[in-house]
């Protein structure tokens, strides 16, 4: 690394309010909140890729807060308070980005969303049975009287195979992620919030006025330093009740006559698919094999590929021949339990991470959490 300049140490790398680590959802959020309650802070985000490459720029493009099966799943975990609170926060996540930016800014794609069952769906008969109480649940927090509804007359015109049922779910929506990264991006930036890219940190240092934080090219200095690179901040701190989990992704070519839209849930979410123009988008397929996609490598295997293809000759596609355009993954943070981390991990260190899958719709939120918990002083 050569010699710093003055021009450089009074400019890119003087001192800061708040250092950011991620240029992802969460990392842009925040960024954004902290600007809102702090106009005159300096804030500078650290991202280590050319771009976000975690999750954010790399999932499926799903505007979602739960299909059915996946929240009586979740009820059953994590309790149904702590199941609708998650559900809230998911649902006014995605009212944010909607006041925020315009459907031609993220090409938010308002089809309705399904879930679909087979014949050997052991969560049909709950989620039948279910439907009234989580419509009436999902009205307290959505104004909506009736958000899933039996659609089973819709599986001959989409030409599925071998579902029986579908629960359509008209609030959901599909959007652009990488688009809406681009339209967060601009926004900050004119709030002048500086994102710095190839910069990967290293470690970090606390001391009595703030931190520094080492990366592969210089230190930087700040009062504030908040983590938000989700499935890799267990890298600085390995403390964290963090999981990096795998989550990969196909897209074809082009169909002739393609007779489904909207975003699809299979098998308590494990499996997605879309359409996107006349293309199929489907991802999933990691609990065919929880232990490899357990893991920060960033590549698709064949294991997974080859089960997605089956998936649309079986499902989506019986008839039709299609070919594969293109493929990739991303890597969600999970973990023990199902909610964000948004916490002080010391008196000038934060932390917002493990979005669980849901960073689309939870980083609005979770943002807006931590940049006043960034405004409050730490009490012993």
Known sequence: MPEISIWEKETFYAAQDVIIVGSGFTGLWSALHLKFLHPDYKITILERGPIPTGASTRNAGF???????????????????????????????????????????????????????????????????????????????????????????????????????MIE??????????????????????????????VQVLSYNEFTDGITVDTNSVTFSARQLLLCTNAFTKHLVPTLDIVPNRGQVLLTAPIENLRFKGTFHFDHGYYYFRNLGNRILIGGARNTGFNDENTEVMESTQAIQTELE????????????????????????????????????????????????????????????????????ITA
């Open 63 to 165: 505007s979602c807060f739960g299909s059915p099966s996946e929240l009586i799943a979740d009820a059953a975990a994590i309790g149904e308070a702590n199941m609708w609170r998650l559900v809230e926060m998911r649902y006014k996540g995605l009212l944010e980005i909607r006041n925020f930016f315009s459907n031609d800014e993220i090409d938010y794609d308002a089809n309705g969303g399904y879930e679909c069952y087979t014949t050997n769906s052991g969560s049909w008969e709950e989620c039948s049975t279910k439907i009234d109480w989580l419509n009436s649940e999902l009205q307290k927090i959505t104004g909506l009287a009736q958000v899933f509804t039996i659609s089973d007359h819709k599986l001959t015109d989409f030409g599925f195979a071998g579902f029986r049922h």
């Open 169 to 198: 779910n008209k609030p959901e929506a599909g959007l652009h992620p990488g688009k809406l990264v681009q339209a967060l991006l601009r926004k900050v930036q004119t709030l002048g919030v500086q994102v710095l890219t190839g």
């Open 310 to 377: 089956n998936f649309i000759r079986q499902h989506l596609l019986p008839t039709t021949e299609f070919s594969v355009t293109d493929r990739w993954s991303g890597i969600m943070a999970m973990g023990k339990e199902k909610s964000p981390i948004v916490k002080a991990l010391s008196e000038h260190v934060f932390c917002c991470v493990r979005m669980s899958g849901m960073g689309v719709a939870l980083a609005p939120i979770v943002a807006k959490q931590v940049a006043q918990l960034m405004s409050e002083p």
